[in-house]
């Protein structure tokens, strides 16, 4: 054991610069993996917030609804009728994709804009009658939706239906661009610290070569040769574990905690406990990382 | 006790070597490097390897670290068969046989002590049998007193003496010793070849692959010649040239 140490502390110190080098691509690839992980835990995070609240809104005709580009199954000059309305609300209490069903009326839709936008200029000029009569609709899954939108569509009497989907597809595919082009670009980094760390230990094993040459001849276990190789990977590894995990849990504490969870609160933030796992990932890949090459460039010297 | 180790079906207690009809053709190369060997090395022996270079006598040796394996026929040494034994096993196999080369090999920077001990350590053997074996293993080999020399700082006959050491300091049943008075004066070639015979005496079979027709026709002791692959002469007590 004494000499492992001992061969792995030399190894070390025989390739300071390269070691140097391995910990910082190692720690700027982790890193990124990291932040692309926590990327990965805040679109998951806002998405379930988002999508589980999702409604799908059916508006009913107004008197001046038809004549629009907007006009949907609306007939010229005529507010939905009273049998049309109901054929509506049964048609979707009875769609099993549906869970309730509430009715909005114009003035609960008044009443409620003006309680959100209480402040507004534009709130002196809004009359009930410039509001539409809603049907509310909750799912039973709110991934689920075309089929209850293709329904609603169609029936006489609905001016239009509207579904958070819309208007959050496009912000999530954004996003989804950004979660996979960081884990790309971090996909990219750890390749070549995986290489950096392969070119390494090889450099190591060369300068070590006598030494190898007889630990075979005279029947040291393969084990006990690659050990201080491994110690050395690992050790770099750790090194680099440790910077990034710290970089990473304190971007979360400065950014997350600190600025975006106070100023924006209407989103769903990662928790402490998220960037934990994220740590706990890089941790995991940075090991795995350092052993891979390291048994793949030894192996070559241990063929027996 | 060897048998509780080795125990194999081929193995009888006093055959330590056994070759079967083994034949050894390199990849990309048309000419096989051994033909159709079958020979047995008991315990205790000491054996000459001669043959003119490329004869065979290297792949020969190799064959019996398990460095390469035969393209055909059966090796066994100590009671296993080569071809069947696990990638794994082939140190603990490598444990039980010395070796010592016309080069030395020998660690520099490392004392004459460490460079002996060396091959303990690396077999995770404790200090205290390291701090006893060694400086036995150094005054057996003739170098009392030098045990903090360096390498560099050494004869020639001295350093293969540490080499030698170092080959046999895990007491191994088997020692191998390919050229090991190659580049020896001839009066330094004596020594070296007084202690390997001592060490053979010690029960170790010696196998000593040589270009030095002084030494083996001194010596008197089995011949086995190589040429082209073929075993061409097997002798005991033989000398170095076809009579």
Redesign the interface.
Known sequence: MR?TFRETLSGLKRNVSMTIAVIVTMTVSLTLFGLSLMTFAEVDQVKGRWYDKIEISVFLCTADSAGTSDSGNCEPGQETSEVQRENIKKRLESNPDVETVYYESKQDAYDAYRETYADSPLLDSLTVDQMQDSFRVKLVDPQNYQGVVAEASSLPGVQKVLDLHQVLDPIFSVLNGLKWGTMGMAGLLLLAAMLQIGNTIRMSAFTRR??I??????????T??MLPFLLEALFAALVAIVISGSALLSMYEFIVVRNAKLSIQSLAWITWGDAWTSVAGVALVGIVLSIVPTLITTRRYLR? | MVCLVWGGPAYEDGQVITFEDVSKIYPRQAKPALRHINLQIDKGEFVFLVGTSGSGKSTFLRMILREYRPTSGKIYVLGKELSRLHQWKVPALRRQIGNVFQDFRLLPGKTVYENVAFALQVLGRPISQIKTMVPETIELVGLAGKEDRQPEELSGGEQQRVAIARAIVNRPQILIADEPTGNLDPQTSVGIMKLLDRINKRDTTVIMATHDQTIVDQMRRRVIELDQGNLIRDQVKGVYGTA
């Open positions: 000499h006598r030494e040459g007889i630990m075979r001849l005279v029947g040291a276990s393969n006990y040769i027996v």
